[in-house]
Structure formats: structure tokens, C-alpha cells
């Protein structure tokens, strides 16, 4: 079946400009993620949705920054004012459990903020 | 706050040679533990897990991985490595129930052939 995919691929984008990430999860998957990873650095937590629960927002490292899921279906990473320090690949992943298991990742969403 | 830590940032093997990427994580309660993969330019991917039950777990590719709850890791392993196993190996730890879940570093393996 289809995996996670994430769009744009890639984006290029102005300081100041803002971003909206998109990422479909595989179907019936319950828990979603999104994460940071900059260039030769691991991966950032930045938001957890799970379920119909509230989100974990916890990794999100400014105001600047929302993320939004619709059930369990789309989620979108959302950038205001983007910054240079925000160029990273910005991945997302979907579990099929609400309880700690596996991710499936995506392509990941090439940001580069000029 | 839980945190991982992966004790090599590269690592170079020849083929054939035998393979340990150590992780440590410092966590409260009871922990799901993954190894995830990602080769060059493909997304990342599991390689194994570890839930519960049998501390040793075997992966895809001939990988495994032991936890040992009193030392805190779970460290992998590979007892011949290959020219394809090139990639960043990642350690992640979550709560059994979803939250907190935080990876670690990284470690990049190059294998010469």
C-alpha cells in the first residue's frame, strides 16, 4: 500500500515569508509525528498528534510554529515569519498505534529559508 | 528529560568486520526501544524493536539488538557488515504509551569494500 508522503519535496522560501507543510499519513494509522532534522544532526521531535486527543506540542520550538491534523487524516506543518535557522528536512510519520510503536516515515519536506 | 545517546558519531569498517553501535537512553518508566535506518537519499526505516519479552531482538539484515534494562541500553549488532550497510543508524526511546519520543544522534557507518 501507499507509505507517508509529504509535500512539497522541496521548498524554498524567503525570510520572513511563511510555510505550510503537508503530510498524509498511511490510511487508518492513528498516531502521527513531526520532526526536524538539520543537516549532519538527528531528529528533532517537534509534535505529536494521537488520536482524537489533544497534541502533544511539547517540541515545538516557538509560537512561530502549529501543526494541525484533521482526525486522522491530513496533518499541516505550519511556519510563520520563517527564519534561516529554519532550513532542515522536515519529516513526518505516521503509527498504527496509539501506544509507542513503529513510525513510518516520509520523504521528509526540504526547507531552505534565503 | 529523557534523552539518547549514541556513542559514536562515525564509524569506518571494512566488510566482514564485525559491527556494535552502542545507545544509552535515560528514561523513568517503562520504554519501547527502536533502531531506525536510512540509507543514502531513502527515507528512514525500521530495523528492529524492542517491546518487551526476549531482551535480544533480531532484525531485518541480519541485524540485532540486546536491551539491558540495568545499563540503560540497546546497543546493535552485526556480526559481518556489508558495503550496503552505509547509512546513519538512529536509537529512539518512547513511553509505552506514545509519548516522548526522542532520538538519538545518529551514527554514521561507512563500510569499505
Known amino acids: 500500500g501507499a507509505g507517508v508522503s509529504q509535500s512539497p519535496s522541496n521548498k524554498v522560501t524567503e525570510k520572513g515569508k511563511d510555510v505550510e507543510l503537508r503530510c498524509d499519513p498511511i490510511?487508518?494509522?492513528?498516531?502521527l509525528y513531526w520532526y526536524r532534522q538539520r543537516l549532519g544532526q538527528g531528529l528533532e521531535f517537534l509534535i505529536y498528534?494521537?488520536?482524537?486527543?489533544?497534541?502533544?506540542k511539547s517540541g515545538l520550538p516557538s509560537d512561530r510554529f502549529s501543526a494541525e491534523r484533521t482526525g486522522e487524516s491530513v496533518s499541516t506543518l505550519t511556519i510563520q515569519r520563517t527564519q534561516q535557522e529554519d532550513s532542515a528536512v522536515y519529516l513526518c510519520?505516521?503509527?498504527?498505534?496509539?501506544?509507542?510503536?513503529?513510525?513510518?516515515f516520509g520523504p521528509g519536506t526540504r526547507l531552505t529559508v534565503t | 528529560a529523557q534523552s539518547v545517546s549514541q556513542h559514536n558519531h562515525h564509524v569506518i569498517l571494512s566488510e566482514a568486520a564485525s559491527l556494535e553501535l552502542g545507545c544509552n537512553y535515560s528514561?523513568?518508566?517503562?520504554?519501547?526501544l527502536f533502531w531506525y535506518v536510512q540509507y543514502p537519499g531513502q527515507h528512514l526505516q525500521l530495523l528492529l524493536k524492542?517491546?518487551?519479552?526476549?531482551?535480544l531482538v533480531k532484525g531485518i539484515k541480519g541485524f540485532e539488538a540486546e536491551f539491558i534494562k540495568s545499563k540503560f541500553s540497546f546497543n546493535l549488532r552485526k556480526p559481518s557488515v556489508q558495503w550496503s550497510d552505509t547509512a546513519e543508524y538512529f536509537c529512539?526511546?518512547?513511553?509505552?504509551?506514545?509519548?516522548?519520543?526522542?532520538f538519538g544522534p545518529g551514527t554514521r557507518l561507512s563500510v569499505l569494500p
Open positions: 528514561y523513568g518508566g517503562t520504554v519501547n
Open positions: 498528534f494521537q488520536g482524537n486527543s489533544a497534541p502533544d
Open positions: 524492542y517491546f518487551s519479552g526476549d531482551p
Open positions: 529512539a526511546v518512547t513511553g509505552n504509551y506514545g509519548q516522548n519520543f526522542v
Open positions: 510519520a505516521s503509527s498504527p498505534q496509539l501506544a509507542g510503536g513503529e513510525q513510518y
Open positions: 490510511s487508518g494509522h492513528t498516531a
